[in-house]
């Protein structure tokens, strides 16, 4: 069995910390895009929206599916579930706010920026995470962090959310 790291108290109060570091860092934006990486990080990104908007700023949210832009897409799976991925076409010279749940090895980060890219070039592209696992294999950091977990290889942060689990919180397991 995991352990938890993190309640359903913890992720809002996380989340509430980043919409205001981003309010802080972009007061003068007129409108901020977040974006939100499949599964988990659209309804983070849809989250972290609703604050920014309880904090003043104006908001586009959208959602992106990175199967087709992964390195690895020959090795999950022979027919990936494909959603459609969802964003402006306005992001020219503007400041992107893209969200996931979890950032590891940095790769599905890339992957997503690179299928930004083939919508538009903002000004600007900040990456914003609930947990940072450490462990990157390209150098990608995340803008706004909710929290570092530095763990090996061998275990799995396992996030659910309620609009796709039923329930909030942050778990480490030992793989097995």
């Given at each position: 069995?995991?352990?938890?790291?993190?309640?359903?108290?913890?992720?809002?109060?996380?989340?509430?910390?980043i919409?205001?570091?981003?309010?802080?860092?972009?007061?003068?934006?007129?409108?901020?895009?977040?974006?939100?990486?499949?599964t988990?990080?659209?309804?983070?990104?849809?989250?972290?929206?609703?604050?920014?908007?309880?904090?003043?700023?104006?908001?586009?949210?959208?959602?992106?599916?990175?199967?087709?832009?992964?390195?690895?897409?020959?090795?999950?799976?022979?027919?990936?579930?494909?959603?459609?991925?969802?964003?402006?076409?306005?992001?020219?010279?503007?400041?992107?706010?893209?969200?996931?749940?979890?950032?590891f090895?940095?790769?599905?980060?890339?992957?997503?920026?690179?299928?930004?890219?083939?919508?538009?070039?903002?000004?600007?592209?900040?990456?914003?995470?609930?947990?940072?696992?450490?462990?990157?294999?390209?150098?990608?950091?995340?803008?706004?962090?909710?929290?570092?977990?530095?763990?090996?290889?061998?275990?799995?942060v396992?996030?659910?959310?309620?609009?796709?689990?039923?329930?909030?919180?942050?778990?480490?397991?030992?793989?097995?």
């Amino acid at each position: 069995m995991g352990s938890q790291i993190l309640s359903k108290e913890d992720i809002n109060r996380l989340l509430d910390e980043i919409a205001c570091k981003v309010v802080k860092h972009h007061q003068n934006e007129d409108t901020i895009y977040v974006i939100g990486i499949y599964t988990r990080g659209y309804p983070l990104a849809k989250r972290l929206a609703q604050r920014l908007k309880a904090l003043g700023k104006s908001v586009k949210i959208g959602s992106l599916d990175i199967t087709f832009y992964r390195d690895d897409l020959t090795m999950i799976d022979k027919k990936p579930v494909i959603k459609a991925s969802k964003i402006s076409p306005e992001i020219d010279d503007k400041v992107v706010l893209l969200v996931d749940d979890v950032i590891f090895t940095g790769r599905t980060v890339r992957a997503a920026l690179c299928e930004i890219m083939d919508y538009g070039r903002p000004k600007r592209i900040e990456l914003a995470v609930l947990i940072d696992r450490g462990g990157r294999e390209v150098p990608i950091e995340a803008t706004y962090v909710g929290k570092k977990v530095e763990i090996g290889r061998d275990y799995i942060v396992d996030v659910k959310l309620t609009e796709v689990d039923g329930t909030d919180g942050v778990w480490i397991f030992k793989r097995s």
